[in-house]
């Protein structure tokens, strides 16, 4: 599929393709899509000054998530992996060529799918601020309404540190990203923004395989209001505990984009090359890759907070699906739950399938608890290092054991849960 994204004015007519998709605003042709209106005016009204290069990384993002909303994987020739040629109008194309081979394999990564990138003149930059306002705070936190990003966003108050949480609106999680931050302190700055990316006659259901990315542009942009000044990098902690940031296949059907990467070492390595010679001025810390997400719970250092606000986070991979509901039996759903087996504490989440020890197909046998439970017989028979297989072959991991250790521990914890559902 051949894709070309660029802001109002940009002459698409000059590039022959499938789909054209108009950044920062809403074309008045009905036949481009469109993603990223309304940033520009959060950006404005925070009176942030972002550079030129954290908006280029923007318009790189926002391209990216219209075009894995966009890609129909029937069409394939595989039935799977799609095929993108996407053309992006940057402001600085000279410096983005340099760093297509970086990007694709990145994206190669993350979606896997196939992505060919080009770069063209064009591209958005609002202007600048006057005065610029300075975030009164000493880190960045990605915040999503999940479980982990709370954690980590409570541990990083308890330490005395000033994060701003950076945050992408999702349809039944806005309220609780506003409501959690003031819940930790009530002087926590949040940034929220939405790509808003519209695809006429996208894939159904959408993808999600590239959503991260639009998190980390956002911190892209916060990056240079937060720049410290002596010109060190600032620190984005990801918040995500390492067996799903990992998030193995947990049998060898579920290969490929059937289990996500949006916060694996590998993905969030490339993610780090470029901001590095993009000089975005973010270095990225993940200080849960080797906990589990009941490991979390367990050792987070305000439990009183904790216990109050972790049942109403958001786990579920069809919390839409199910009207704003956890259905109890996906994989997030399974860690989760598991998760508040191991802390011990009474889960209040609300689960449309509570109970998956009834022996139908909507529980006990529904594809994703079968999933998890062969997995576990199988890294029994074979070990953890045979079952994980070339899940960190790629990885840029000088001791690769500790992750071992963490996708064993995360299997123990289902194991655990499951056992105690009646699952065998």
Known sequence: MKIVCGPNGFIFDDHKSNLDVQLYS??????????????????????INPSSRSWDFLSIALSVVCADTAGHRKQSPDGWTREFDLTIAVIDPDFWKSQVETIQKTLNFLTTDRWLIHFCEGGFYPKPPKPEKKFDADCLTLFSGGMDSLIGAINLVKDGRKPVTISQVVQGDQAKQKLFPQKIHSEIESLVMSHKAKVPNGETPASQRSRSIAFLAYAALAASSLKNQDGSNSELVVSENGFIS???????MRVGSLSTRTTHPTYLSGIQEIFDSADIGLKIDTPYALKTKGEMLSECKNQSLIKELAHQSTSCGRFLLFKKTHCG??????????AFHKWGEVDRTTYVYKNLGKKDSENSGFDDVRAVAMAIIQEND?????????????????????????????????DDFLKAQGVA
Not at 26 to 47: C, F, M, Q, T, W
Not at 329 to 338: I, Y
Not at 388 to 406: E, K, T
């Open 329 to 338: 039996r996906c994989v997030p759903c399974l860690v989760r739950r598991s």
């Open 246 to 252: 990992l998030n193995t296949p947990l049998t060898p």
């Open 26 to 47: 809403i074309p008045d042709n009905k036949r481009l899509a469109y993603a990223g209106h309304g940033i520009s005016e959060v950006v404005r009204k925070r009176k």
């Open 382 to 414: 074979v070990g953890i290092r045979r079952w994980m297989g070339a899940g960190l072959s790629s990885a840029p991991i000088s001791n690769i054991q500790p992750y071992y250790d963490i996708a064993l521990r995360g299997l123990k914890e289902l």
